[in-house]
């Protein structure tokens, strides 16, 4: 892949990524997000539209971080991070939470991952199979449970591997589960065909993409 | 009377064997029951396998328990806490046993135990290497894996009320697996931020009934800090 053959192109930043997944949630969805950049989807829910943000750690109905002098000790989300309840929110413990997210109530999460492959395949817990002691946390309950799994992820690795790929070299965390992609370089729907390219960066043509892509691209039929 | 309060960590801890399965309650250190944590270091029990979402951070709490070598086995979800340096220096040394399992899979497995359900079947981990070697079965259309019980010998609790029957109140995220570790476990030992009269606590109010409570230590620590 020639740097030079993408002469002037524009990722999304983090931010445009989380807000571009944003812009597709409807009202109404209950709704979990990874930690990581997925965490920066709800601040870009347009205003006026309801959609409710679950925590693996019991907590239905999130608003966003508290103002600095308004913490709640006892309120935290699943990345540990102090978080507000808004009016309607409610606790349960963690059996009833993950019921939620089991029994197939969450319309969708949203995950980072470090690989994702063209059948739906996500590897997002362990980077080896002889990792010594890995962290899967609630990812693989989220990845089966929920009615559906979109990914939230840089388009390439630091050194520039495809993360979008044929085949997971890294263990599952589930087979199958992803439905849709969002990264700095594009918007993919995985179908029966593999990968469809819903949009991409500005700038950036299909063949650049490719070239960025281990797995085959498709155009929307 | 019935009369689960007692006065002292030493009567809370009284009876914990060596070798027992102990489930422990908190996510972070939110609803982590730190005290008995201390009073379980104070009895001495040793060879324990512990049950928790995360092993241990800093050197405080279950990470002072594991450094003090009385963890035989950790079971949890998400090994990596903040601050994993006592759990990631024994494991390294093999001086710990891990058994990772699935968040949610480990609060079910806790539920199923509370229950009488001694294995269900799930969809999490299904295609990955935490069904290596487990039943699969198909059930309506779907492939699933058969997960048993997890049952406490001893379970640690924090609670935010509690009254003399041992009924408990849990404040906001500070739920978490308290109220799973209590009905799962034999023995489930509790301290609370609050102890309440009898029918002060709302019916309608009270997440753990007794029943699942068999002591209660008054432990008014204030606010849990860092994670």
């Given at each position: 892949m020639s740097e030079t053959a993408v002469a002037s192109f524009k990722p999304f930043t983090r931010p445009q990524m989380a807000q571009r997944a944003a812009a597709d949630i409807p009202e109404g969805w209950y709704v979990n997000l990874g930690i990581g950049?997925?965490?920066?989807i709800s601040d870009y829910v347009p205003a006026g539209r309801e959609v409710i943000f679950h925590s693996e750690?019991?907590?239905?109905g999130m608003g966003p971080a508290p103002e600095k002098d308004k913490i709640e000790p006892w309120l935290i989300n699943a990345g540990k991070q102090y978080v507000t309840m808004l009016p309607g929110g409610s606790f349960c413990h963690h059996a009833d939470s993950f019921s939620m997210i089991r029994g197939g109530h969450l319309d969708l999460c949203v995950l980072g991952a470090f690989q994702v492959a063209d059948n739906g395949d996500i590897a997002n817990w362990?980077?080896?199979?002889?990792?010594t002691a890995p962290a899967v946390g609630g990812a693989m309950d989220l990845a089966a449970g929920a009615k559906r799994l979109w990914v939230l992820m840089?388009?390439?690795?630091?050194?520039?591997?495809?993360?979008?790929?044929?085949?997971?070299?890294?263990?599952?965390?589930?087979?199958?589960?992803?439905?849709r992609i969002y990264t700095n370089l594009a918007t993919i729907d995985v179908t029966d065909r593999g990968f469809v390219v819903l949009g991409m960066a500005p700038g950036l043509s299909l063949e650049d993409l490719q070239a960025r892509t281990d797995a085959k691209l498709h155009l929307p039929a | 009377m019935i009369n689960k309060i007692v006065q002292s960590m030493a009567d809370l801890m009284?009876?914990?064997?060596?070798?027992s399965v102990v489930l422990l309650g908190g996510f972070g250190s939110v609803g982590q029951p730190n005290a008995l944590i201390d009073g379980l270091i104070e009895q001495g029990a040793k060879d324990l396998v512990v049950a928790a979402?995360?092993?241990?951070?800093?050197?405080?709490g279950l990470a002072r328990l594991m450094e003090l070598n009385r963890v035989r086995k950790i079971i949890c979800s998400?090994?990596?806490?903040?601050?994993p340096v006592v759990f990631e220096t024994l494991y390294r040394a093999g001086k710990i046993e891990l058994e990772i399992v699935p968040q949610g899979t480990l609060a079910e497995r806790m539920r199923a135990a509370g229950a009488g359900v001694p294995a269900f079947f799930t969809a999490?981990?299904?295609?990955?290497?935490?069904?290596?070697g487990k039943e699969h079965r198909e059930i309506g259309g779907r492939t699933y894996i058969l997960e048993e019980w997890l049952k406490g010998d001893v379970g640690l609790v924090e609670a935010w009320e509690a009254d003399r029957w041992g009924n408990l109140t849990f404040k906001q995220s500070g739920r978490n697996f308290n109220p799973l570790c209590a009905m799962a476990s034999d023995l489930s030992l509790v301290q609370a931020q609050h102890i309440r009269e009898?029918?002060?606590?709302?019916p309608d109010h009270v997440?753990?009934?007794?029943?699942?409570?068999?002591r209660v230590l008054h432990v008014p620590y204030g606010d849990p800090s860092g994670f």
């Open positions: 950049i997925p965490t920066m750690n019991g907590v239905l362990a980077t080896s199979e002889n990792d840089e388009h390439t690795t630091k050194d520039g591997s495809s993360k979008l790929v044929t085949k997971c070299s890294y263990p599952l965390t589930a087979p199958g589960a992803v439905k | 009284s009876g914990i064997k060596d070798g979402n995360n092993a241990g951070a800093g050197h405080v998400f090994p990596r806490s903040s601050d999490t981990g299904v295609g990955t290497k935490m069904a290596v009898l029918g002060e606590i709302d997440v753990t009934p007794g029943i699942f409570v068999d």
